[in-house]
């Protein structure tokens, strides 16, 4: 009897001691960040700031926006990207150990979302003024970044 009462505490004592580790993700960043720009977030922000504004030359004015529901899917779709590859740049070995770098990507990440939803509804004016948000956040950190200025 004492042996069962003796393995009953040593197995509640053990349980107590259990120490729960979170799992670790893996990830891997193989692409440079400049290739990330190049090959995913540059191309993404291209289409989002071609589907906006208007043309005005000698034949008159020409609206860059969307006309189908296809094609503001396809710049809300490539807000997204914009916004998750703003994550991306967070990851270690790509980002600098700057606070600059995590709130240049945050403010990105912030304007990607808006721009999705601009073009969720189908907002000319909206979509207008996030992709404008988001070229001065990428403007603002090339700036520092790619050109070296404070």
Wanted: charged share 20%.
């Amino acid at each position: 009897m004492w042996r069962g009462l003796w393995l009953a505490f040593c197995a509640v004592v053990l349980a107590g001691c259990e120490t729960k580790t979170e799992p670790v993700v893996p990830y891997r960043t193989e692409l440079t960040t400049r290739q990330l720009m190049k090959y995913v977030l540059d191309p993404s922000a291209d289409i989002v700031w071609a589907a906006s504004g208007y043309v005005v030359d000698e034949k008159g004015e020409t609206d860059l926006s969307p006309k189908t529901p296809e094609g503001w899917a396809i710049v809300e779709n490539n807000a997204a990207i914009v916004a998750e590859t703003s994550n991306a740049l967070l990851l270690p070995g790509r980002a600098p150990p700057e606070l600059e770098w995590t709130a240049f990507a945050n403010r990105l990440h912030a304007a990607a979302l808006a721009t999705m939803q601009a073009a969720h509804n189908q907002d000319k004016a909206g979509l207008l003024r996030t992709g404008g948000d988001m070229y001065d956040a990428c403007t603002a950190c090339h700036t520092r970044y790619i050109l070296g200025e404070k």
